[in-house]
């Protein structure tokens, strides 16, 4: 009776039901997709009939599936374990890493080429879809008037793909590559970078005012991430590598390979570092030659002939007027972006009927321009912006291109903004320069190269990469001649858009969402270091009352360039430079008489605890290539510091999350326990003066 109270005939009922479920044999476990389980609960309800012929279904996919593990589970594991086996082999073969980063820089570049081509085929499918099927399938539907409505239902099925394989994820563009390199390790999913570029090339095809290098950053970033997670790569490896992928798309996007490794470098990567540098170039040169074996060798969009003239309006005026007017038109084209995305995400309507009243208003944009404001296929900008147009229409499209682009990206749509700001510069500097030409017609203005020039001046003020737009312009047009003002109107640019507008394209998507990256410039990196995170704790150390002779034999090999010199106490007496050994070793006459006291020079010191920078301001005011290190208050010498060191720390500290500490031994250097007595001030030790020092003493 007393176990009747607690198992009743229903629990016993439920456990004889469900025994074959728990021994893995259950036969009505249901379907994982969704749409044959909805058919099978819609199938029960038929009646008895029903209910059986959906018991049937439901056991016989459960079986297939289990036969297919027991089938695929073996050959599955095993090229697993053999691709494991792969990767640790690799991991301990002799290859130095920077062959190692140019292999995969080479791969990488190769990848993404041949992804920004598939991205190219998806356009061109998209357009198909949305604009030539339906003026094939519909007269009507041909006439111009009518692609506002093809515009809104790309821009309806690109926010479907958004929503369907990517929800809720509003990452996957350049902004929030920077962030992942930067907080992430460039970690990067394959699904919902997949569905960005899918509805990328929707939004490209159905006429949306965007730009296909976003995509095709993106796309080189995460092959550069795939590759990492495959191989188990370290973060900075992973970052190195995501970088040199973007720098390949947008190599392969625009044939420029200079400007895509510059993009890398200073949008992701915050700076100039040297050890990216290679595998960056290299990846960005490969994905440009592989694109142009596909696409030939052709720029972006149409370069005119372009003969600017040496007159003083164009030399001294003209480009300090194009520089501010290319400001002014960075910050409203910065305000109105965010200030449309704003308002389109505060809209309580649902997304697919903000996506068509976008695409609507953008397609209406394109039509009343007349198809200005898109280029022809794949072309960013139409051969009519440079010359042949109004100067007042052109400026009319400068406003509307900004106002398209808010809205393609605020309602829907995805794509890139570098493509947009180089029409926008090319349309300003148009406009200003035609306007001249009509007033001042005696000055022959040259609109198209002006163009040029302004180009660069938005693009580096909008995006926050001046370089990179001074290089695309000049690969673009293989002109020395726009240099000059190219530089000054893109500094000019920068210098009034921060005036007025303290973000950029890429830092406000950033800091609207509560992220803000600040890349650690080298000083910065020197101030946070100490020199126990950069010094050699085990240096080559000599004694003062050495005879020379053997120390030259047993300091020839060395890499240190100088010897700390200790005397008898284990006190700091000075060090050797390597450049007064060699003037000794020229006099082997000498050197039978000659000690270590006899060379040595004084020298300041340094502590574990002293800043790395305050230790290259030391360098640099004696010209000295390394410090000794000792602690306080005890004196005892800890290490040695050079210059080397000091480059090392800071390229590694700059790649990684957190500045690198050396892990050095906590003892002191090699057969050398030295002491200081407490008194000695490490700033001013001297050694003593000896017969051979006398004037040579280096202070």
């Known amino acids: 009776m007393a176990v009747q109270k607690f198992i009743s005939p229903k629990m016993v009922y439920h456990a004889i039901v469900r025994i074959p479920y728990i021994a893995n044999m259950s036969p009505v476990r249901p379907p994982r997709s969704r749409f044959l389980t909805r058919a099978l609960d819609q199938l029960s309800r038929l009646g008895d009939w029903g209910a059986r012929a959906a018991y049937t279904v439901r056991t016989l996919t459960v079986q297939a599936r289990r036969q297919t593990r027991r089938v695929t589970f073996g050959p599955r594991r095993s090229a697993q374990s053999g691709w494991d086996d792969f990767v640790d082999w690799l991991g301990t073969t002799a290859v130095s890493e920077n062959a190692i980063l140019l292999i995969f820089a080479v791969i990488i570049g190769i990848g993404a080429a041949l992804g920004i081509v598939v991205f190219y085929k998806l356009i061109d499918a998209a357009y198909w879809l949305f604009v030539t099927l ?3 399938e519909v007269e009507a539907l041909r006439n111009p008037i009518y692609r506002p409505l093809l515009t809104a239902a790309g821009f309806v099925a690109a926010a479907a793909v958004m929503r369907r394989f990517a929800p809720g994820e509003e990452g996957y563009n350049v902004p929030d590559l920077k962030r992942r390199v930067a907080q992430d390790g460039g970690h990067m999913q394959v699904k919902p970078l997949a569905a960005r570029s899918l509805a990328s090339a929707i939004t490209l095809g159905a006429g949306g005012s965007v730009g296909s290098e976003g995509p095709a950053a993106v796309v080189g970033g995460g092959l550069g991430a795939y590759f990492s997670r495959v191989f188990r790569f370290s973060k900075d490896r992973t970052r190195l590598l995501v970088s040199a992928g973007t720098a390949a798309g947008i190599s392969a996007a625009f044939n420029a390979p200079l400007a895509g490794a510059f993009f890398a470098l200073e949008e992701l990567l915050g700076g100039l570092h040297v050890a990216a540098f290679p595998t960056v170039v290299v990846s960005s040169v490969t994905a440009a030659v592989v694109s142009q074996a596909v696409f030939g060798i052709h720029p972006a969009f149409p370069i005119p002939a372009l003969h600017p003239s040496r007159g003083w309006f164009e030399l001294l005026a003209l480009p300090p007027l194009l520089g501010i007017a290319c400001g002014l038109v960075t910050v409203l084209f910065v305000r109105t972006y965010f200030s449309v995305g704003k308002a389109a995400r505060a809209w309580k309507v649902s997304p697919a009927v903000r996506a068509a009243i976008g695409g609507g208003s953008v397609g209406l944009l394109v039509y009343l321009s007349g198809g200005l404001l898109l280029g022809p296929g794949h072309m960013l900008i139409p051969a009519e912006l440079f010359s042949g147009t109004a100067f007042w229409i052109v400026g009319g499209l400068v406003l509307a291109k900004i106002v398209a682009t808010a809205i393609t990206l605020g309602t829907g749509g995805s794509g890139g903004l570098f493509a947009p700001a180089i029409y926008v510069g090319a349309a300003t500097g148009s406009a200003l320069a035609g306007a001249l030409a009509w007033l001042l017609p005696s000055l022959q203005i040259t609109p198209a190269a002006w163009a040029f020039v302004a180009m660069g001046g938005v693009v580096g003020a909008a995006t926050g990469a001046p370089i990179t737009a001074v290089l695309l312009v000049f690969e673009l047009t293989d002109d020395y001649a726009l240099m000059p003002p190219l530089l000054l109107v893109t500094g000019l640019s920068m210098v ?14 950033l800091r609207r969402r509560g992220i803000v990256l600040k890349h650690d410039s080298e000083r910065d990196v020197l101030a946070r270091l100490k020199v126990r995170d950069a010094c050699d704790m085990a240096p080559l150390v000599v004694r003062e009352h050495e005879r020379l002779e053997p120390v ?27 450049s007064v050994l060699a003037a000794a070793s020229r006099e082997p006459h000498a050197l039978p008489t000659l000690i270590v ?3 040595a020079v004084a020298t300041p010191a340094v502590t574990l605890d002293t800043p790395l920078d305050d230790v290259m301001r030391r360098m640099g005011a004696r010209d000295l290539a390394a410090l000794p290190v000792v602690e306080v208050p005890s004196g005892r010498l800890m290490g040695v510091i050079t210059r080397a060191h000091l480059t090392r720390v800071v390229e590694r500290a700059m790649l990684l999350d957190r500045p690198v500490v050396a892990s050095a031994p906590s003892g002191a250097p090699h057969e050398m326990p030295l002491e200081l007595p407490s008194g000695v001030n490490y700033r001013t030790v001297t050694p003593p003066k000896t017969r051979a020092q006398g004037k040579g003493d280096q202070r």
């Open 134 to 136: 339906p003026g094939r």
């Open 597 to 599: 006291a006899d060379l």
């Open 552 to 578: 030259l034999s047993r300091v020839a090999f060395s890499g240190q360039p100088m010897f700390p010199v200790v005397d008898e106490r284990g006190q700091l007496a000075g060090i050797l430079p390597v």
């Open 496 to 509: 009034i858009a921060r005036r007025y507008e303290k973000d950029d394209l890429y830092s406000g998507w």
